[in-house]
């Protein structure tokens, strides 16, 4: 496989952290997807360990360290982009977060956690599109939002 191809993830088949590299323009400290266990055409469940030497929690919160709300769902919008970045027509673009509806966040996400992003296409159009996402610790939701973004050349 070259630089600029990627497989097709089965649900038995994870992809890991440097497939996902391949479709997602985002690495360190910003990438927050690790691996993605199950895609289909228009759903995707990844995973992001959680660890106390993330740089967010030097000052989020020192003395309590707590995951930034805008993270969770950052988090869930790349997943979303690797559903929508993996599809050949869309390969080499670029998905623009343009918008949340709906978040709510249920539950505090700390070092140690393990977040399940769990993700589904709503509504593609042209450009636009609309993902639910969910992301969940021990089974627990931790953070719900839909989520608008474009496609960009």
Not at 121 to 148: D, P
């Amino acid at each position: 496989m070259t630089e600029k191809q990627h497989r097709e993830v089965s649900p038995n088949s994870p992809m890991e952290i440097e497939e996902i590299k391949k479709i997602l323009p985002h690495r360190f400290p910003f990438l927050l997807v690790d691996r993605i266990i199950e895609m289909k055409d228009s759903r995707a469940v990844g995973i992001k360990n959680v660890s106390g030497s993330e740089l967010f929690f030097q000052g989020h919160f020192p003395a309590r360290p707590i995951m930034p709300g805008v993270l969770i769902l950052e988090a869930l919008a790349q997943v979303g982009g690797v559903i929508m970045l993996s599809k050949s027509e869309n390969r080499g673009k670029l998905a623009y977060l343009m918008g949340f509806n709906e978040a709510r966040f249920r539950r505090t996400v700390v070092p140690g956690d393990q977040l399940r992003l769990e993700v589904e296409v709503l509504k593609m159009k042209s450009r636009l599109g609309i993902i639910k996402g969910v992301a969940k610790v021990a089974g627990q939701e931790a953070c719900a939002a839909e989520i608008m973004f474009t496609l960009v050349e």
